[in-house]
């Protein structure tokens, strides 16, 4: 017991340990940054570097492309794997299996391994530089993760359910939309959190596709404080705060959801 609570204590210090200084070196100078990093900031708790980021149109714009991107990702990713799953288990034979293995298999392909010919189709789409490029390239690449967990949890509903909703007459999509969906809630959401914050942090794919300035997200903007012989530590670790505040207001608000989500389906019985 007590080994085990020492342990968290260290796993935990070993958390807020570097949080304390992000949010300490975001209310500095550069100058006191650099004369003493692991410091308090010499003039108490300053927010200017926040003020400065949220004056700037520029950092409004990238925030808000994050926002279109993130948001139409996870939107289409959930509503088109939702459908999948549903699919599959429905299918409940070799084609829904082969079907669940050819989506499993996705997940196994490294994103660098992709980056080339992917780049080269979405410049023959004309698709580089666009939100709506970056939008389906996101929804490519998480495809399988998001069907693979969605699948694993509709396969735990009872199958006596959907029958029952045939003998009354339904069809697939209200069978779909009234019955599977609605207790589909919890993974839903989890998959949503894990999405949110996969597409939220993508630096990747922004990186890739991305040179104008008009379409940058908020992650690619951040680089903006890093130059190639100093970095602007105080506004880069301001501007991780300020990217990091919508995943942890999302996890606060989503949790409940999230922790029954992942463990949903986990056990049969």
Do not use: C
Request: aromatic share 14%.
């Amino acid at each position: 017991m007590f080994f085990r609570r020492f342990s968290l204590v260290i796993y935990a210090l070993l958390i807020l340990i570097p949080l304390l200084i992000v949010v300490l070196t975001s209310m500095k100078t550069i100058q006191e940054t650099f004369r003493n990093p692991l410091g308090l900031p010499e003039a108490g708790l300053q927010f200017e570097n926040y003020t400065a980021i949220f004056q700037e149109q520029t950092m409004a714009g990238y925030f808000m492309n994050s926002t279109i991107v993130t948001l139409f990702s996870v939107s289409l990713t959930l509503f088109f794997a939702s459908l999948i799953a549903y699919g599959i288990i429905r299918l409940n034979n070799w084609i829904g299996n082969f079907l669940f293995i050819l989506f499993t298999l996705g997940m196994m392909v490294p994103a660098q391994v992709s980056m080339i010919p992917l780049y080269s189709l979405m410049l023959d789409l004309n698709l580089t530089n666009s939100l709506v490029g970056l939008i389906l390239v996101n929804i490519s690449t998480t495809m399988p993760i998001a069907v693979f967990i969605l699948t694993g949890f509709m396969k735990t509903l009872p199958k006596e359910l959907f029958e029952a909703s045939t003998i009354d007459g339904a069809g697939n999509w209200k069978i779909y939309t009234k019955v599977a969906i609605p207790l589909s809630l919890p993974s839903l959401s989890a998959t949503a959190i894990f999405l949110f914050v996969m597409h939220w942090n993508d630096l990747l794919y922004p990186l890739l596709f991305i040179t104008d300035n008009a379409y940058k997200t908020l992650p690619l903007a951040l680089l903006e404080f890093q130059g190639e012989y100093s970095t602007n530590y105080p506004m880069l670790f301001t501007g991780v705060i300020i990217a990091s505040a919508p995943m942890v207001i999302a996890y606060i608000f989503l949790q409940r959801y999230f922790v029954a989500g992942m463990t949903a389906g986990a056990v049969k019985g």
